[in-house]
Nanobody
């Protein structure tokens, strides 16, 4: 089985910072793409940041220049450093990974449980 465990969410004032982490464990052969999504109440789940196995990154326009995604391959962990937070960043943040299991040939997508980030004015 594969599990994604998230941490680092919480309440922060506008302009503050938070660092989210998501550690993957279990029957893993290789992790390809790692991502962060977020979903605010009543809204769709949107991609926030993506990082490939080679370290290439991509960000939603709304977070460019403020958020940084990184990964530690030895720990199977992805991070999201969030700075200059705004109330509009308030959402549940989900990590997501595309990985291949030891027991399989195909790559599948796995989701974390989500962690709440609340930014107050």
């Amino acid at each position: 089985q594969v599990q994604l465990v998230e941490s680092g969410g919480g309440l922060v004032q506008a302009g503050g910072s938070l660092r989210l982490s998501c550690a993957a464990s279990g029957d893993i052969l290789v992790i390809n793409v790692m991502r962060w999504y977020r979903q605010a109440p009543g809204k769709q789940r949107d991609m926030v940041a993506t990082i490939t196995s080679a370290g290439s990154t991509d960000y939603a326009d709304s977070v460019k220049g403020r958020f940084t995604i990184s990964r530690d391959n030895a720990k199977n962990t992805v991070y999201l450093q969030m700075t200059s937070l705004k109330p509009e960043d308030t959402a549940v943040y989900y990590c997501n990974v595309d990985l291949r299991r030891l027991s399989g040939r195909e790559t599948f997508r796995y989701w974390g449980q989500g962690t709440q980030v609340t930014v107050s004015s």
